[in-house]
């Protein structure tokens, strides 16, 4: 069977700034949260690997675009680093840093590749962590002025403009579960963080508007459907509950400009709304976006708590569910998540009949595979398992475009085995195998595969 997409459709991949660029420490970048926290506790991070080991693509820009090219990505999306543009958050611009982004977006545009640039992915300059992070209110206002430099400096060429990466994560690693800096467990506190968030997209978005650039602005997504274990209502419940506080606090926002009134009454009754001012709902409704990317790796599996809560103990989540593991699920077997491919098509159908079908994409959806040289096969690494992978997600998009999903593109977490926060190379994910040692680059058949598929703008199965 035959599987074609739409005209134009995008194929690429996406990665971030921290994750690949390396020169962390210099070219006049200044520190991140990662930075910090490696330099304080380099035992948080798999095998003492932290950010300053990377695949260099700081060095490497101009051969990395030829892989790109080499693997047929019509686009390809990375982040600017705040802290390597503005080193202390807010002021002086890094013009190094001006002179590196404009060589990376012109060289993608010059090999016919669209460059689609995230303003922040998970890298808070320190020094705006040092005044509180996105718990104060002048961070929203230095990452605005930060949007609207980067608008100023590139917006003649970048198209697509992507606020935040998945900022739900920085929520729940920074202020819930403890997996980023700051390393506090607080759920007032992290509804702050998120509320703020959402603001702070809004003011870009807005700045974006005024200065009427000629491309688009969105924001990037992890959308993680909520299954209900059974259609017990107090199953369904469970789910609705994960549904509003991980999905819809910032989905709705960002398109419908407005937060659920579930999701509001729920944190009111439990006394955990951040301070809003007057003026923050007219902010909000003016952030809607032009262009949802949907970042999907795996379903959330949830049930209603199997026990009461103890009143004292601390407000969090899990008041509301406890996690299920679905009897025969699948699982990634080279990584301990569920892959459930149907959930991509579910994410699309909600989004064309709940928000009235937005202009979206798959901007990540990856497997991450530990100790991937076990599969190397004369030099190259032999991932059949991820061209299934891959192949399933889309026979499930292709699904969603076919009942009228606007889902206009795919791309894959991600090009080149790259450091991820604290994972560093746990888990690899690229097209591209990365000797950290010697920075060879191999292409895996997986690479192979997606350059025919983006080639023929179709694949067989
Ligand atoms: C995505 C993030 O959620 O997951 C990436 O946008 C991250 O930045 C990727 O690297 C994979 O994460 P991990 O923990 O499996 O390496």
Known sequence: MKYAFPENFWWGS???????????????????????????????????????????????????IQLLKQLNHNSFRTSISWARLIPEGTGEVNQEAVTFYNQVIDELIAQGIKPFITLFHFDMPMAMQEIGGWENRDVVAA???????CFELFGDRVMHWFTFNEPIVPVEGGYLYDFHYPNVVDFRRAATVAYHTVLAHAQAVRAFRAGHYP?????????????????????????????????????????????????????????QLPACLPEDSALIADGKIDLLGVNYYQPRRVKCRDSAINPQAPFMPEWFFDSYEM?????????????????????LINLRDNYGNPRCFISENGMGVENEQRFIENGQINDQYRIEFISEHLKWLHKGISEGCNCLGYHMWTFIDNWSWCNAYKNRYGFIQLDLTTQQRTIKKSGEWFAATSLNNSFDI
């Open 14 to 64: 996406a990665c971030s700034a921290l994750q690949t660029e390396g020169e962390s420490q210099g070219s006049g970048k200044g520190l991140t949260t990662w930075d910090h926290w490696f330099a304080t506790e380099p035992n948080r991070f798999h095998n003492g690997v932290g950010p300053q080991n990377t695949s260099t693509f700081y060095q490497h820009w101009k051969a990395d």
């Open 215 to 271: 491309g688009e602005i969105g924001i990037v997504l992890n959308l993680t459907p909520s299954y209900p274990r059974s259609q017990n209502p107090a199953d369904v419940k469970a789910a609705h509950h994960c549904d509003l506080l991980f999905n819809r606090s910032f989905l709705d926002p960002v398109l419908c400009g407005e937060y659920p009134a579930d999701l509001v009454a729920m944190l009111k009754a439990h006394d």
């Open 327 to 347: 009897p025969g699920r699948k699982m990634n077997p080279y990584r301990g998540w569920e892959i459930y491919e149907p959930g991509i098509y579910d994410i």
């Open 143 to 149: 990452y605005a002025r930060y949007a609207e430099t």
